[in-house]
């Protein structure tokens, strides 16, 4: 008798996937023991890359890392010679469920940004839980937002006028956060766009799917299955009274405050149980007039921006998608 994989596609989700994506996780991914099935799990066991499947990075003018307090950034500077006020600058924050993930997740997305968009764009190495659980993830992202703001133009050659930020899962969470921290300071940091991949914008959401549909509608979906995100939570909130606080979940952000957030694009997948709770992120800012766009990427799991790499041309979608909106909102298309 055949053994069973530890990690299939579960059957009522197989025939809404994309063929790409099966044949895909079929082939790499069904094979993997699950993080939050390990008991064995410790954070030793981490890799750089929890999600396989990207493209390569592309080669920019030069690569850097710096030292902040608590954690590095890793700088991507284009080729070429910069504007004469200074590169604009894209802050992007990896996914990994604020748990997995570091500096080298998603260089291959960051270094698209860089080139595509001609932009200084970094990558944040914030610090992970449960070692280090909420708040650490978020002072450390604030901190590299405050850093490139404060001396990015001496040490970076950006416009510090030119700031956009953005990121994927955990770090859409991140960067939704920051988008009002933003706002909140004397004199605020200026933010031209916020992208938001497949944010986590409500730590309450449930498997009943009340409010968030999604949340029961694709339960067993791939890699972001209600077991792993509420593994996710466990190891960064672990104290659950702070899950309405409006720094881990965006929804409750008072709506004086949210009307600070910048022009916004959010990017959900339809088979993501963080779907409805990413849409219901953007109507909140459409009510009290935030320039908001969204897009679905149909027939798409949660992880599809790092599964680029010849596996699914819906996750080069998706990446060019980002690439054009920075673009437009930078003036460098």
Known sequence: MAQ????????????????????FHNKYVAHIVPYHTDPNWNPSMRSSNPVPGSSEVLKVGKVEDYDLTHCKVRVFTPEGTPPADGWPVYIWYHGGGWTLGGIDTQNHFVSRQCKGAKCVAITVDYRLAPEH???????????????????????????????????????????????????????????????????????????????????????????????RMLWFRDKYLPKGEDCTKWDISPIFVPDELLAKSPKTWIAVMELDILRDEGLAYAERLKKIGV????????????????MDGGALSVGRELISDAVTNLAEAFGTL
């Not at 009002?180 to 938001?196: S, T």
């Open 133 to 227: 659980p909420y708040p650490a993830a978020v002072e450390d992202a604030f901190e590299a937002l405050q850093w490139v703001y404060g001396k990015g133009s001496s040490i970076l050659g950006i416009n510090p006028q030119r700031i956009a930020i953005g990121g994927e899962s955990a770090g859409g969470n991140l960067s939704a956060i920051l988008s009002v921290k933003a706002a909140q300071l004397n004199p605020p940091i200026p933010l031209l766009l916020a992208q938001l991949i497949a944010p986590v914008t409500d730590n309450t959401a449930d498997p009943s799917g009340n409010p968030y549909p999604s949340w029961k509608e694709v339960a067993n979906t791939p890699f972001l299955n209600i077991g």
């Open 291 to 306: 320039e908001v766009s969204t897009k679905m990427y149909m027939k798409a799991p949660h992880p599809i921006l790092a």
């Open 4 to 23: 069973s994989l530890p990690n299939p596609i579960a059957p009522e989700i197989l025939p809404r996937l994309d063929p790409e994506y099966i044949a």
